[in-house]
């Protein structure tokens, strides 16, 4: 079935950088682009950027620009979303999400999350 | 920046009744492109309705969008004991994408 899979949980020192993997499967991933999304502790849901799987082409969030860095690995159907120079703000659950056509380009695959604890 | 309202932050409820949960655009979301998504907890946020009213594939038909422009209104009706959980709208037509805080629907 459809899925994407991610990374697991990571806990980071500020200032370092944390790198996710969103793993595909179940469809051909270089015809769909991948959202990043974060969930801080009792926030609302926050959109950092998408990657085309296919091409690469990449958006960000004004707020994220600078700091994520969002490629995709073709041959191994997976996308990556690389956060640095972390600070205690960006202990977050981490998504991954498909967008499809067939939704009218709405979040129709979401990967489990992924935990990244900032604490020194 | 399309900032979205979301309202109630809580409603109390019980099985069997129905749950309106109301999300305000602060600008008009373009061509309709509002989503609902559900999200209990330790769990990733699922695609319930699309297009502003369009329910996602394997999505009960309890489960109504409605609105357009700044104003939307997803409808749970005959609320069923695993519908309890967090409602999220968000809009996909301009970015930045934006969600809403939420709507939390309890047991009564």
């Known amino acids: 079935q459809v899925q994407l899979v991610q990374s697991g949980a990571e806990v980071k020192k500020p200032g370092a950088s944390v790198k996710v993997s969103c793993k595909a499967s179940?469809?051909?991933?270089?015809?769909?682009?991948i959202h990043w999304v974060r969930q801080a502790p009792g926030q609302r849901l926050e959109w950092l950027g998408w990657i085309n799987a296919g091409n690469g082409n990449t958006e960000y969030s004004q707020r994220s620009q600078g700091r994520v860095t969002l490629s995709s690995d073709t041959s191994a159907n997976a996308a990556y979303m690389e956060l640095s120079s972390l600070r205690s703000g960006d202990t977050a659950v981490y998504y991954c999400?498909?967008?499809?056509?067939?939704?009218?380009?709405?979040?129709?695959?979401w990967g489990q999350g992924t935990l990244v604890t900032v604490s020194s | 920046e399309i900032v979205l309202t979301q309202s109630p932050g809580t409603v109390s409820l019980s099985p069997g009744e129905r749950a309106t949960l109301s999300c305000r655009a602060s600008q008009s979301v373009r061509s309709g492109y509002l989503a609902w998504y559900q999200q209990k907890p330790g769990q990733a946020p699922r695609l319930l309705i699309f297009?502003?009213?369009s329910r996602a594939t394997g999505i009960p038909d309890r489960f109504s969008g409605s609105g357009s422009g700044t104003d939307f209104t997803l409808t749970i009706n005959r609320l069923a004991p695993e519908d309890f959980a967090v409602y999220y709208c968000q809009q996909y037509g301009s970015s930045p994408r934006t969600f809403g805080q939420g709507t939390q629907v309890e047991i009564k």
């Open positions: 179940g469809y051909n991933f270089i015809g769909y682009v």
């Open positions: 999400a498909r967008v499809s056509a067939m939704v009218l380009f709405a979040f129709d695959v």
């Open positions: 297009g502003a009213s």
